[in-house]
């Protein structure tokens, strides 16, 4: 049941980021208090759960994969809290509580995204369960994942979309490096612990990077209601280019190719193949 | 001549840096020249030059050194970027340049900061010139001092000052926080990379904590005459608290106390010397 196994992912990494934010002694209290509001939000975890899934298919433990699932979900957080600030997306609200800049104020929105994101590189940093040489090799895929060349970039290139009309092509590259960059990470992360990673690399980065692109027209045809109704927005969406059913079909299409990717695994890819059918099929 | 050994610092940092964001493949076009434009500013790089003058203290070579000087002045204009942005002290010119976020856009600021802060660690995490031991103890350094125990840390307490009588001791905890913590890191790096740091360390330590303290009052000294005619903006100040000549007398005892933290070195040193001095005698 992929749902027991969400449930086991989110009460580990949620322990775990409970754990990492009461270390930071010498930090001020409202800083504290913000970092653990914006981190500690009841998310869905769904980037640690695949990672940890990716290292049931690749038979490592998951302690191993501890750092890197907190520092993921710290980027995540910190991409969040800078994203819903006035001069990005200017959200009041996020899965119900107010964004950070509403409940605290915006000078200690911006902080607090900075402090999470140093707070990723250090958890990795300390992890005492890898060698120096796989920490080095994490922090190269997190900070290329999560930077110009990845994450912010993407936001960068959606930035630059506003009020322009988009080609499929351009939405599904700012896609690939907005949402899809951490998400590929987090299937490189156990393969960069791997010994002999070569015969499966290709098949797990191809379930990657189906999935990225999959996890982010689900977004968009759960938002498809609402955007229709605010045409004003201008909001670049996959349902937006194309048509309702269409998209329905493109999702499909990217989770067959997923499940095809993971042909030559046992069960030890099931968790992959659930998670796979999880996000295409969510509901929120 | 420390002139002659800043212009060099300022060189072969500018030169680096240079290097660094042409590497940056994949990256959008505006996001990359607006990282252009605020780390290649024409700064005086003093942070860089401090951890090179440790580094001739320690008999270290200067190409050891390069991706944590080059990782700090990213840090340094992040965190300039950030705290320019009009949430924060709302700053329009830097340098007699526009900031970023009028030569650009608010938004593109907060990327841009946010992309030049995993640019740091990559930068160190990609140093072929050092064995992951030694990248990884870089790292964790500078994770510590940029986050919230250290520089971010100190621009909360900063913020939760605004408005608000401090006591000197208060205002001495910011600055060792805000500017300390990086100015710590520059003398912290060359001590990680020796093998036999015992006999140095809590001098070189006393040296860097003397200085970044100095650095913060001569800041605030150049200034007093702006703070005096705005009272009515509040922002604390060393000079502020207590008055002029006392202020003058303490940055003395500071540099003092940094000359005699460097008693036991011989000419090795003397960069390291002849910085302290122009630290507290420049006139910007």
New interface residues.
Partial sequence: MIETFLLRCQQRINRLLMQQLSY?????E???RA?SYVVLNGGKRIRPALIYAAAEALNLGWHKLDSVACAIELIHA??LV?DD?P??DNDDFRRGQLTC?KAF???????V???L???A??VI??DEFL???Q??QL??I???A?????M??G???D??ATNRQLSLTELCTIHEFKTGALLKACIEFPLALCHDKRPVEMALLGYAQAMGLAFQIKDDLLDYAQAIEKQDNQEPSYALLVNYSQTEQKLHELYQRALNELQFFGQEADYLRGLAEFIIKRTQ
């Fill in positions: 930071t002694m010498d930090v001020p409202r800083l504290q970092m910190y991409s800078h600030l001069a990005m800049h104020d915006e000078a200690t929105a911006i902080l995204g900075d402090a994101q140093s707070m590189f250090e940093s300390r060698p120096a040489e920490r080095i922090i190269q997190l900070a290329k999560a930077g110009a060349a990845g912010v970039g936001q960068a290139m930035l630059a």
